[in-house]
């Protein structure tokens, strides 16, 4: 199986000082790899965190989690972290969405993606809808809702977010780089 959960990678106090840092930097319209814009498709609005900086204790949180999802799980060949942080919002005033693709694109990072995580930041009572679904197969697995929950999957997986029909949904997500898969 190529997904995995990591209850409580961050606290809720955390996931709230996540928001704020995504508050903090420019928010623009989420698009697709290659940065295309399709409504249809994808309706979120996205921030990207500086590691380097006020957001550098995210990253080494991911990058903890994803070692030991990795070692435990996974055993892919991960290399680096190329891309920053993003934190998406999914406002139900927009039925907020990501239709079903995969994270393995043609851009120039995307094709090196090997492992994606995605954060749960907000409080699973404070929306309906949003469910992040990934591709089994035949069937279908739906990511944990508590605040600060991960969920890794190989990038290579169709996923998506389901419509937001109450409140918004704001997760952070990170991409691992390594050898494209053969």
């Known amino acids: 199986m190529f997904t995995h959960s990591h209850p409580a990678l961050f606290s809720r106090a955390e996931a709230a000082e996540v928001i704020r840092l995504a508050a903090d930097a ?21 921030s990207w ?17 994803v070692a030991e999802a990795n070692r435990d799980r ?9 891309e920053r942080l993003q934190v998406a919002s999914y406002d139900e005033s927009v039925e907020g969405h990501y239709d079903w693709h995969s994270d393995i694109g043609d851009g120039p990072i995307a094709r090196w993606r090997k492992l994606t995580i995605v954060v749960q930041l907000s409080a699973p009572e404070s929306y309906d809808g949003g469910a992040l679904e990934i591709n089994l197969g035949s069937t279908s697995a739906t990511a944990e809702r508590g605040t600060g929950d991960a969920t890794l999957f190989a990038s290579f997986m169709l996923h998506r977010v389901a419509p937001v029909t109450r409140g918004t949904r704001h997760s952070l997500t990170c991409w691992c780089h390594g050898p494209a898969f053969r």
């Open 74 to 82: 996974f055993d892919f060949d991960i290399t680096d972290f190329r």
């Open 49 to 65: 965190l500086d590691d380097k900086t006020s957001a550098a204790w995210v990253m080494e949180r991911i990058v903890a989690g």
């Open 26 to 46: 420019q928010a623009a319209s989420g698009g697709l790899v290659g940065g295309l814009h399709n409504h249809n498709i994808r309706r979120a609005d996205i």
